[in-house]
């Protein structure tokens, strides 16, 4: 069964840290590129962050530019996003989607298969 798998959700206080992890099983993440989104209550999904399939090159949302940090482990079938210093604002319901493109940018029509999401809270 092809799955996209996100974890490491959860409530933080500003400026605390989380780890999301995208999974994947059925396929092989090797082949693909690999982009994180977000959408947060009442507002459109918005693009994050996105990892080549080659060379590992990334791409930030101005937003999060500086505090988080993509990364991708193949032996593990593993895409992870390093969220620092976090805001309120960075409230919202996380998905990873997997592109066809060598080097996506963070527009939703280059990405053909997304996760379920995991919620992240960042609230004192």
């Known amino acids: 069964q092809v799955q996209l798998v996100e974890s490491g959700g959860g409530l933080v206080q500003p400026g605390g840290s989380l780890r999301l992890s995208c999974a994947a099983s059925?396929?092989?993440?090797?082949?693909?590129?690999i982009g994180w989104f977000r959408q947060a209550p009442g507002k459109e999904r918005e693009g994050v962050s996105c990892?080549?399939?080659?060379?590992?090159?990334?791409y930030y949302a101005d937003s999060v530019k500086g505090r988080f940090t993509i990364s991708r482990d193949n032996a593990k079938n593993t895409v992870y996003l390093q969220m620092n210093s976090l805001k309120p604002e960075d409230t919202a319901v996380y998905y990873c989607?997997?592109?066809?493109?060598?080097?996506?940018?963070?527009?939703?029509?280059?990405?053909?298969?997304w996760g379920q999401g995991t919620q992240v809270t960042v609230s004192s």
């Open positions: 989607a997997t592109s066809g493109y060598s080097l996506p940018m963070l527009r939703e029509y280059e990405y053909d298969y």
């Open positions: 059925g396929f092989n993440l090797d082949y693909y590129a």
């Open positions: 990892i080549s399939r080659s060379d590992g090159s990334t």
